[in-house]
């Protein structure tokens, strides 16, 4: 670690004691912090003691509820906009670029990136905009280290296989617009999209998504933090991987 990441751990360990961030530390040693999952060897950190696994029940963590239940419930708004933009803005969707990939067929509207809201979508995409706001953001249930976006696979797309980087984040997905022939693969279980539902699963377990359908589709993508990390084991996250980025000059 470096003597920046060394005094930001130093300096969670004294406002909220020697042993809060131990399975960061863990992480960080060779090895890893112990076994992971086979279907987890794609990723480059797990963090140790979180229950591996792959498929969340999106109403199953109360630190989770309100922000589920209000993008189910602005829905119906939320798709309208949607439309509206991908027909009327289309220059304000971009080529998503994965850390792995880049792919033309794989569009995206950024809500929340760089730590950051992304004010440009407010005008929009205000709906989804207020709700990530208001029930993810000033909650600090968003992983700040990642983002939100509408996700738009063309007909035909195909996402391969992958794990993301980690586990100590989960990813939420909003059905926004869902036609037939779309699928969601994560640790080789395969489920579809529920228009107006979410769906809650672990990236870091190896996972693909389709659309053999005849139009788009769309979901609404939340990086959140994983339910069962604490606020202490987020902050010195957020330091460590902050600090990598920018040794990388990534941020």
């Known amino acids: 670690m470096t003597p ?4 930001a751990f130093a300096a969670i360990r ?16 060779p090895g890893g912090g112990g076994p992971r999952h086979p279907l987890q060897r794609g990723a480059k950190w797990i ?27 602005a829905h119906p708004l939320i798709k309208e906009e949607l439309t509206a933009a991908w027909e009327g803005r289309r220059e304000a969707f971009s080529h998503y670029a994965h850390y792995l990939t880049r792919q033309e067929d ?4 950024h809500l929340y990136r760089g730590g950051q809201l992304v004010q440009e979508s407010a005008g929009i995409a205000p709906t989804a905009y207020q709700v ?28 391969a296989p992958h794990c993301d980087l980690w586990n100590f984040s989960i990813n939420l997905h909003l059905a926004v617009d869902i036609p037939d022939g779309c699928a969601l693969t994560v640790a080789e279980e395969t489920r579809t999209w529920a228009e107006g539902e979410c769906l ?14 005849d139009r788009p589709r769309t979901c609404l993508l939340v990086d959140l933090w994983h339910p069962e990390t604490t606020v202490p084991e987020r902050l010195a996250l957020t330091a460590l991987i902050g600090e990598i980025r920018r040794l990388l000059g990534d941020g």
């Not at 794989?106 to 509207?109: F, I, T």
Request: charged share 20%.
């Open 132 to 159: 990530l706001d208001e029930f993810a953001v000033r909650t600090e249930k968003i992983c700040p280290l990642l983002e939100a976006h509408f996700s738009t696979l063309l007909p035909g797309a195909v996402i």
């Open 106 to 109: 794989w569009q995206a509207l």
């Open 14 to 29: 004294s406002e909220h004691g020697a042993d809060s961030i131990g399975r960061v530390e863990l992480m960080l040693r």
């Open 4 to 7: 920046e990441t060394e005094s």
């Open 47 to 73: 963090l140790p003691g979180l229950s591996p696994t792959p498929w969340h029940d999106p109403h199953g963590h109360p630190e989770l509820t309100p922000l589920i239940a209000a993008f189910e419930a």
């Open 200 to 213: 809650l699963f672990d990236y870091s377990f190896e996972h693909a998504a389709r659309n053999d359908g």
